[in-house]
């Protein structure tokens, strides 16, 4: 499985096939609009026909540059990310890894990816929500999975009271629990979406 490091690079190498442009050249063009919020240039540059994962990157990546950041990179994702995903991991700071982890290669499954921060977890969408991120303690990071008719395991258990919005939940304690398995059920998840 490919680091989060090597999979955000591997989309900036390929934004210009993608988009027709460099993410330097998208920068100016971010820069030059005057926006400001993540949303209102992710929209703009849906308008100008960047599938929305592209867009996120380079939303990311003009934030982070404005705000003298270096704006490529893992950090520029990690800086450009809402406050919320930093607060959630406040106290919980082990956890993090494990999140970055499951972020990257759920950004991997498409441009149509959306990771969007709530309160207390993140929720991970396409055109609809197909899982979920949430440090619950501080020792564990629950990931929770809508899926159809999925046989129970000892690791894949169904999410009872924790959350109705998923059917399933797989507890996650460490990086190395990141395993295909788990990513192969958000994949799953994410082409049911």
Do not use: C
Not at 173 to 180: K, L, Q, W
């Amino acid at each position: 499985m490919a680091t989060p490091e090597e999979m955000h690079a591997t989309m900036i190498a390929n934004l210009p096939e993608k988009t027709g442009r460099s993410l330097e050249a998208w920068i100016a063009e971010v820069r030059d609009s005057g926006l400001e919020k993540h949303g209102q240039i992710v929209g703009m540059l849906k308008e100008r026909g960047v599938s929305h994962g592209y867009a996120n990157l380079i939303a990311h990546a003009a934030r982070e540059r404005a705000a003298g950041g270096a704006g490529s990179g893992a950090d520029a994702v990690r800086a450009g990310e809402p406050d919320l995903v930093e607060a959630q991991y406040t106290g919980k700071e082990d956890l993090r890894p494990i999140y970055d982890r499951i972020a990257s290669a759920v950004r991997g499954f498409g441009d149509d990816v959306e990771l969007a921060p709530k309160k207390a977890y993140v929720s991970l969408r396409r055109n609809k929500q197909f899982g979920l991120l949430q440090p619950s303690t501080k020792s564990r990071l629950d990931v929770g999975i809508k899926l159809k008719d999925a046989a129970l395991t000892a690791r894949l258990e169904a999410s009872g009271s924790w959350n109705a919005m998923v059917t399933h939940r797989v507890r996650v304690s460490t990086r190395d629990e990141v395993d295909d398995e788990l990513v192969g059920w958000l994949r799953r998840a994410y082409d049911d979406a």
